[in-house]
């Protein structure tokens, strides 16, 4: 993934949840709802590892989520 982007978009691949035209510095806030009922460490340290473009690519993919840039 590019690690200068600034605006994704990004797609939960699979429960069809949505979250669009994000600052990449909201998205793991923005999807960390989505895993609420989760209380597996693994997820929350994908979640938390979003937040570093060097290892958002796999935590996305760890993650389900399809992160897309936006223009």
């Given at each position: 993934?590019?690690?200068?982007?600034?605006?994704?978009?990004?797609?939960?691949?699979?429960?069809?949840?949505?979250?669009?035209?994000?600052?990449?510095?909201?998205?793991?806030?923005?999807v960390?709802?989505?895993?609420?009922?989760?209380?597996?460490?693994?997820?929350?340290?994908?979640?938390?590892?979003?937040?570093?473009?060097?290892?958002?690519?796999?935590?996305?993919?760890?993650l389900?989520?399809?992160?897309?840039?936006?223009?």
């Amino acid at each position: 993934m590019n690690t200068t982007t600034r605006t994704v978009s990004v797609h939960d691949t699979l429960f069809g949840r949505q979250a669009n035209n994000l600052d990449v510095a909201q998205l793991s806030e923005a999807v960390k709802p989505w895993y609420a009922d989760c209380a597996d460490s693994k997820i929350a340290q994908a979640i938390e590892d979003l937040r570093a473009p060097e290892l958002r690519g796999d935590a996305a993919r760890f993650l389900g989520l399809e992160v897309i840039p936006v223009a």
